[in-house]
């Protein structure tokens, strides 16, 4: 019973590195967001996807770009790396349809340090 | 000002007490809300959808104000292991907003 698998769980990076989180869930999620996470400031949404093949922005999406090429994986990619972007990252998914089409489901988080 | 927001807390109660957070939200075209419940380093789960009619779930209780544009949630009886970090959450067609959290620490 996997639902929302993220990877990697932790990531050290040197500043100008390039990465990329995988967000998969199993739940045929229509619907999937990344967020971000920083003391004081709660859960920010970065991208989201309403379906395979389209993302839009989020409210702090400078520096981040995403991909939804499947419909169970959504992709945060960080081309250059600054220490601002040390956070941890959630990804969610909701289906978007039936009674509980509005339930975010979350990922266990990715633990992302930039130096 | 944030589109929903908290008091940040920490709210320090005594084993058995009643406790009420509320949520503010400034986006009148807001149409469904939330509270999660996040534990130190885990992911939000969900802990209530918060309906205009109310809801309740056992020790939990969520009412939702829309002339007022404010959410609460009611813990009756509160345990140790209710001490956690609680997030309001408004749903604005596909995006979800997040207050900053409230942190409960329920003393023994």
């Known amino acids: 019973n996997a639902g929302v698998t993220q990877t990697p769980k932790f990531r050290v990076l040197k500043t100008g590195q390039s990465m990329t989180l995988l967000c998969a869930q199993d739940?045929?999620?229509?619907?999937m967001y990344w967020y971000r996470q920083d003391p004081g400031m709660g859960l920010r949404l970065i991208h989201y996807?309403?379906?395979?093949?389209?993302?839009a922005k989020g409210e702090v999406p400078d520096g981040y770009n995403v991909s939804r090429l499947k419909k169970q994986n959504f992709l945060l990619g960080l081309e250059s790396a600054a220490p601002s972007q040390t956070s941890v990252y959630f990804c969610?998914?909701?289906?978007?349809?039936?009674?509980?089409?509005?339930?975010?489901?979350f990922g266990a988080g990715t633990r992302l340090s930039v130096l | 000002r944030k589109e929903v927001e908290q008091d940040p807390g920490p709210f320090n109660v005594p084993e058995g007490a009643t406790v009420a957070f509320n949520c503010t939200y400034s986006n009148s075209a807001s149409q469904s809300f939330f509270w999660y419940r996040q534990d130190c380093r885990k992911e939000p789960k969900l802990l209530m959808s918060v309906y205009s009619s109310g809801n309740e779930d056992g020790r939990f209780t969520a009412q939702l104000n829309r002339a007022s544009q404010y959410i609460s949630l009611l813990i009756r009886d509160s345990k140790l292991s209710d001490s956690a970090t609680y997030l309001c959450a408004g749903l604005t067609t596909y995006k979800y907003i997040f207050g900053t959290g409230t942190r409960l620490k329920v003393l023994a």
């Open positions: 969610a998914s909701s289906s978007g349809t039936g009674l509980a089409k509005n339930i975010q489901y």
């Open positions: 996807s309403v379906g395979e093949g389209t993302t």
């Open positions: 739940m045929n999620h229509e619907y």
